[in-house]
């Protein structure tokens, strides 16, 4: 797990330079928004699409030390599936030259298809159609669950997506979660049973893990402020598709309200703004998603970061003190 959490840094690290000046000779920047925040007019023509680094790296880590276990190849499937919508998303705005991409519909339809292959592969492993929330127990779905998983995926693969923006924030804020997901997981290998006993399905999705938080911190090496590049939706689509499927297998759904809270927020943020200007023409917020809010405030995009990351490490470890005190007793 370790070796390929280092092997998917280095790889990042040492691959990025060349791969920024190929986006960058290629003219694939960022196009801004016109309604964004002035100061970010700087960013413009920044090399995007810097999630292909992740991936790239994620994916020779991971297939170089897995035992090719089911769910860790779903969380794959989902991470590359999303990253894939993402790309074709950032492809639409590079070539038309705008900041709308692929339709809305469009991709949910495709986020739908990848929810079909994550209900495949959860009924090949005989995952439970239920949901424990600590407190209440066992909330049982039926076919309502395969509902859920689409609501979870879209979910996280969007609420990642909004909450990009600010250099470092998205990449810092998923690193975190990560490495929440990848120590609950490795907690319950060991608990599985005596050393020569256990079950290898758990020790893959750590491995997984690990690779995706190695290739994310190379990016972060150059995407914290001042970026060189932005991972556009490519990146955080695929992450937050990561996510998502790390909290279905670990059988946490619940616990992603805390992982992903932050991811939440950002999403949630829209959601009010959207709805109060609709209803009542009036904005809660300077701007949406939340980060551009303190943006306008003033608010220096490194005080964002910093700030959002401690937001995140507290919901992280609340999550991961719910998972110790209540799920690991699952199998």
């Known amino acids: 797990m370790l070796i390929a959490g ?8 040492l691959v990025g330079p060349k791969f920024i000046e190929f986006l960058r000779r290629n003219e694939l920047g960022q196009h801004i928004r016109e309604e964004g925040p002035e100061h970010h007019f700087a960013k413009q023509g920044t090399p995007v699409m810097g ?24 969380v794959l499937f989902v991470t590359l599936g999303c990253g894939a919508i993402g790309f074709l998303d950032d492809f639409i705005k590079l070539t038309h030259r705008r900041s709308l991409g692929l339709n809305g519909r469009w991709k949910l339809l495709l986020l739908g298809l990848i929810t079909v292959g994550v209900g ?13 929330i600590p407190g209440a127990g066992h909330l049982e779905l039926s076919w309502a669950w395969y509902g859920l998983l689409f609501l979870v995926i879209a979910g996280a693969a969007n609420g990642v997506n909004l909450t990009d923006g600010v250099d470092g924030l998205a990449a810092g804020t998923v690193i975190i979660a990560l490495f929440t997901f990848a120590s609950m997981i490795v907690i319950s290998w060991i608990r599985s049973g005596p050393p020569g006993h256990r079950f290898d399905t758990k020790l893959d999705l750590a491995i997984v893990a690990a690779a995706l938080i190695g290739g994310t911190i190379g990016f972060l090496w150059y995407n914290a402020w001042p970026a060189e590049v932005f991972m556009g939706d490519t990146g955080s689509m695929a992450l937050g598709g990561a996510l998502a499927s790390f909290a279905i297998f670990t059988k946490t759904i619940f616990l992603l ?6 991811f939440a927020v950002a999403a949630l943020s829209v959601i009010i703004q959207v709805f109060s200007f609709k209803y009542f023409k009036r904005r809660v917020f300077l701007m949406a998603p939340i980060q551009h809010h303190f943006e306008l405030k003033a608010w220096s995009e490194t005080r964002i970061m910093v700030r959002f990351w401690i937001v995140t490490g507290i919901l992280c470890a609340i999550g991961f003190a719910l998972y110790y005190r209540y799920f690991t007793g699952f199998r």
């Open 6 to 13: 280092v092997v998917a840094l280095l790889i990042s690290i």
């Open 120 to 132: 495949i592969a959860a009924e090949h492993q005989h995952l439970p159609t239920n949901v424990y």
């Open 51 to 74: 999630g292909l680094l992740i991936l790239l790296a994620a994916s020779i880590a991971f297939l170089a030390f897995s035992t090719y276990t089911v769910p860790a190849l779903t």
């Open 257 to 262: 309200l805390l992982i992903g809270g932050i």
